[in-house]
T-cell receptor
Framework: SQQGEEDPQALSIQEGENATMNCSYK?????LQWYRQNSGRGLVHLIL?????REKHSGRLRVTLDTSKKSSSLLITASRAADTASYFC????????????FGQGTELSVKP | KAGVTQTPRYLIKTRGQQVTLSCSPI?????VSWYQQTPGQGLQFLFE???????NKGNFPGRFSGRQFSNSRSEMNVSTLELGDSALYLC????????????FGPGTRLTVT
């Protein structure tokens, strides 16, 4: 069963626009991670934010984490057609080794 | 550094058969996790192996099993295949399987007919 949910389920934007995806989860976590998947292929790690962090940046990516609301958001700025993919949040609880629990994902389409 | 490799990439099996999938982690990584991805259930954790021991297990029936070898390579086995086992099976490796990013392989697409 999924730890949480993501919204929107699908997002369609024009190149150059920003894309925001949200993720909610249910229990306390050690960290939250975002992954990208292109067309049913393997997942690519984007960014990891720990439970004691509130915001993290990596290139055009900005992730926020609100542990009081059990939610996170991923912002992709100045999107490109190559950003078209599915984006998943995944949570890791304390003392759970490498057991990631994934959300259902957001399907992002960036039109040129 | 070579990435995570999975073999085979595609597989077609018949109901009732069994299947073994293989995963070679990144050199030096000792944790290997397996996930099942289906359109209906999404990405679900199967199990994690660390230093040849199963450390975590998801909510899957006993038909799903795995093991890890001393070189950290891992295999998962599904016995008595059912139609619902059709999925993309992904493995991921990390150094210790703790609070760190995981590196995913390209997956094995299993189709059960």
């Amino acid at each position: 069963s999924q730890q949480g949910e993501e919204d929107p389920q699908a997002l369609s934007i024009q190149e150059g626009e920003n894309a925001t995806m949200n993720c909610s989860y249910k229990t306390s976590i050690n960290n939250l991670q975002w992954y990208r998947q292109n067309s049913g292929r393997g997942l690519v790690h984007l960014i990891l934010i720990r439970s004691n962090e509130r915001e993290k940046h990596s290139g055009r990516l900005r992730v926020t984490l609100d542990t009081s609301k059990k939610s996170s958001s991923l912002l992709i700025t100045a999107s490109r057609a190559a950003d078209t993919a599915s984006y998943f949040c995944a949570t890791l609880k304390n003392n759970q080794g490498g057991k990631l629990i994934f959300g259902q994902g957001t399907e992002l389409s960036v039109k040129p | 550094k070579a990435g995570v490799t999975q073999t085979p990439r595609y597989l077609i099996k018949t109901r009732g058969q069994q299947v073994t999938l293989s995963c070679s982690p990144i050199s030096g990584h000792r944790s290997v996790s397996w996930y099942q991805q289906t359109p209906g259930q999404g990405l679900q954790f199967l199990f994690e192996y660390f230093s040849e021991t199963q450390r975590n297990k998801g909510n899957f029936p006993g038909r799903f099993s795995g093991r890890q070898f001393s070189n950290s390579r891992s295999e998962m086995n599904v016995s008595t295949l059912e139609l619902g086992d059709s999925a993309l099976y992904l493995c991921a490796s990390s150094y210790s399987g703790g609070a760190e990013e995981q590196y995913f392989g390209p997956g094995t697409r299993l189709t059960v007919t």
